[in-house]
C-alpha cells in the first residue's frame, strides 16, 4: 500500500510558479510511474505529467510543456511538478497519482492505482 501526500498548492498570480510535491510513504516508489492530474471545477480529470521513476523519463500534455517539469528526488521518495508562466486556466486541484506497473502507459489516469488527496492551485488573472 502507498500512501501518496500532495502539497505545495495555493494562490498565486499570472505569471508566477509554484512547486508541488508528492510524498509517498508506506513503500519507496520503486519502478512506479508517478503522475500528476488536475481537475478544474466542472471539467474531468486531465493528465498533465509523468515520470517512470527508474528511468527518469518524463511525460507532459502538450499545452504544459516547456512550462512544467516533472522530477523526483530518490532520498526523498519524493516528486515534483515545477509550474511556471502559471495561467488563470491553471487553476485546479492537482492531483499525484502512481501506478505500479513501470510498463503502463503514463496518460492513461484508469491505469494509476494510487491516488493523493489533492491540492488546490488558484491562479489569479
Known amino acids: 500500500q502507498v500512501h501518496l501526500v500532495e502539497s505545495g498548492g495555493g494562490l498565486v498570480q499570472a505569471g508566477g510558479s509554484l512547486r508541488l510535491s508528492c510524498a509517498a510513504s508506506?513503500?519507496?516508489?520503486?519502478?512506479?510511474?508517478v503522475g500528476w492530474f488536475r481537475q478544474a471545477p466542472g471539467k474531468e480529470r486531465k493528465f498533465v505529467a509523468a515520470?517512470?521513476?527508474?528511468?527518469?523519463?518524463?511525460y507532459y500534455a502538450d499545452s504544459m510543456k516547456g512550462r512544467f517539469t516533472i522530477s523526483r528526488d530518490n532520498a526523498k521518495n519524493t516528486v515534483y511538478l515545477q509550474m511556471n508562466s502559471l495561467k488563470p486556466e491553471d487553476t485546479a486541484s492537482y492531483y499525484c497519482?502512481?501506478?505500479?506497473?513501470?510498463?503502463?502507459?503514463?496518460?492513461?489516469?484508469?491505469?494509476?492505482?494510487?491516488w493523493g488527496q489533492g491540492t488546490q492551485v488558484t491562479v489569479s488573472s
Open positions: 508506506g513503500r519507496t516508489f520503486g519502478s512506479y510511474v
Open positions: 515520470i517512470r521513476w527508474g528511468s527518469g523519463s518524463t
Open positions: 497519482a502512481a501506478d505500479t506497473d513501470p510498463f503502463t502507459i503514463p496518460t492513461t489516469e484508469a491505469l494509476y492505482d494510487y
